[in-house]
């Protein structure tokens, strides 16, 4: 027997020991993360179409679905304050149904609904951060504010005149405890999906409005909406001011963008898909299109999407104790 057979058994013979001390379920795993996908990937958005999270999807899904070979369906599930979406992606209990969602969607569940029917640790496993929001403070431009402390003022010698509104989950938390340390008696307008708040905004419907400046650029443009001021310093508006510059830094509440897998996903695949995700988004032309939208790339993997989490989780806890609120 040649020396190249002797070689080519013993590696055969060391590939089966190999695999026969993997248990059923390392083994199955294993597979799993090798052949995945299999079928069409679903994404899931808690928002409607013409969000921040909704454009970055779409962009995102027609590189991802050139490199897995498969097509992807974006479903937008907005309402309910977010949870219509996450309902729905832990029901289908698929790991071809990705949830892809902002932050804002579920860091203020745990104060603001009396009971909360996920468990984010469990049914919200991180794959891959993407994007923190560009946060946006605005009003319509027909309104004579020019800055928030402007509107603050306004609204305090208006009482009960003013309408506002916040995009679902933190975004509308920070809202609330704003109007309550400014002591400003102003309408809180709730919204199933707030492109809509947007529109109204636009319309002079409502007097102000806290959302992702992917929501009002549109309106910016066509010179319906004026943006008072941002969370951050960005380039998508350079001479727009931060919310701390402005003097409301507790209103600059930060959300990011990422994809989650359903319980049970294997870290491995998470790693896997997190890799071909953060390739995506790491494309000089869709990074750029992304961001264009209102949004600061920041790919990475599942372990800086969970540090990214817990921050943002010490964030709402802040804005709850302005509140009184008590975890649930």
């Given at each position: 027997m040649g020396a190249s057979m002797i070689r080519l058994l013993s590696f055969v013979a060391a590939l089966f020991a190999a695999l026969a001390a993997l248990s059923p379920?390392?083994?199955?795993?294993?597979?799993?993360?090798?052949?995945?996908?299999?079928?069409?990937?679903?994404?899931?958005?808690?928002?409607?179409?013409?969000?921040?999270?909704?454009?970055?999807?779409?962009?995102?899904?027609?590189?991802?679905?050139?490199?897995?070979?498969?097509?992807?369906?974006?479903?937008?599930?907005?309402?309910?304050?977010?949870?219509?979406?996450?309902?729905?992606?832990?029901?289908?209990?698929?790991?071809?149904?990705?949830?892809?969602?902002?932050?804002?969607?579920?860091?203020?569940?745990?104060?603001?609904?009396?009971?909360?029917?996920?468990?984010?640790?469990?049914?919200?496993?991180?794959?891959?951060r993407i994007s923190h929001t560009v946060l946006s403070a605005a009003v319509p431009a027909a309104t004579e504010f020019k800055t928030v402390a402007e509107f603050v003022a306004g609204a305090r010698a208006n009482p009960d005149k003013y309408n506002a509104a916040g995009a679902p989950g933190v975004p509308e938390f920070a809202l609330d405890a704003f109007l309550k340390t400014q002591n400003l008696k102003v309408a809180k307008i709730p919204y199933r999906d707030i492109v809509q708040g947007g529109r109204d905004l636009g319309e002079n419907r409502i007097q102000f409005l806290i959302s992702s400046f992917a929501v009002i650029r549109p309106l910016v443009e066509a010179n319906k909406v004026r943006v008072l001021a941002l969370g951050d310093r960005s380039k998508v508006a350079p001479n727009v001011p931060s919310l701390a510059e402005a003097g409301f830094p507790d209103l600059a509440v930060q959300t990011t963008s990422g994809f989650y897998g359903p319980a049970g996903m294997p870290l491995d695949l998470r790693k896997r898909i997190a890799a071909d995700i953060v390739a995506a988004a790491s494309d000089p032309v869709t990074s750029e299109r992304i961001a264009a939208t209102g949004q600061d790339m920041v790919p990475a993997g599942p372990d800086e999407l969970a540090q990214t989490l817990k921050a943002q989780a010490d964030q709402a806890a802040r804005v709850a104790a302005v509140l009184g609120l008590k975890r649930n």
């Open positions: 379920s390392q083994a199955q795993t294993q597979t799993q993360t090798q052949t995945w996908p299999q079928r069409n990937i679903k994404l899931i958005l808690p928002f409607g179409a013409g969000s921040a999270t909704d454009a970055a999807a779409r962009l995102l899904g027609e590189r991802l679905s050139a490199r897995w070979g498969k097509p992807i369906v974006v479903e937008n599930r907005p309402g309910s304050d977010g949870l219509l979406a996450i309902n729905a992606f832990i029901a289908a209990a698929d790991d071809h149904v990705l949830l892809y969602a902002s932050s804002a969607s579920f860091m203020a569940h745990p104060y603001t609904q009396e009971k909360v029917p996920y468990s984010l640790e469990r049914d919200l496993l991180p794959i891959a």
